[in-house]
């Protein structure tokens, strides 16, 4: 039911080939780790098109990514623009762990707009209720 994502994007379409109707997405990678910062966005971006109903969880130093206040490299892809695009659809739910969001000097004043900051319990209640769940770390 946990798939952790070490692997390309495109490898995960046989796992979601079959009738996903929900899916709870754990992402703890910051925006500096690369291409698989990029590769979940686009993941959840593509689940979401396809009127898959997706909870994105930011945990850990994950939560870095929906920091409004990060400055972006002009040599990186534009990944808060591109979430806040993403979190603002209607089938997608984007929320960052409290706790580990203040642990980084994270507030609620400074999420992205469409995230908000939210407990493990929602991460637990939606991966209870998710047909898949999968992890980028």
């Known amino acids: 039911h946990l798939l952790a994502l070490h692997q390309p994007v495109g490898t995960l379409w046989g796992v979601l ?19 698989l910062g990029v590769s979940a966005l686009q993941f959840v971006e593509s689940c979401a098109n396809q009127a898959i109903d997706v909870f994105v969880f ?3 130093d994950g939560v870095y990514t929906v920091h409004a206040l990060r400055n972006t490299p002009t040599d990186e892809p ?3 623009t591109l979430w806040t695009q993403v979190a603002e659809r ?4 984007c929320v960052a762990c409290v706790t580990a969001a203040e642990r980084r ?12 900051l939210g ?8 991966m209870a209720t998710a047909d898949r ?5």
């Open 17 to 35: 080939r079959r009738r996903v109707k929900r899916l709870a997405c754990l992402i703890e990678v910051t925006p500096e780790s690369g291409s």
């Open 58 to 60: 930011f945990y850990g």
């Open 90 to 93: 209607p089938n997608v739910t």
């Open 78 to 80: 534009p990944l808060q």
């Open 119 to 126: 407990g493990l319990g929602e991460w637990t209640e939606a």
């Open 105 to 116: 000097g994270v507030t609620s004043n400074h999420v992205l707009s469409g995230c908000r």
């Open 133 to 137: 769940v999968v992890q980028f770390r």
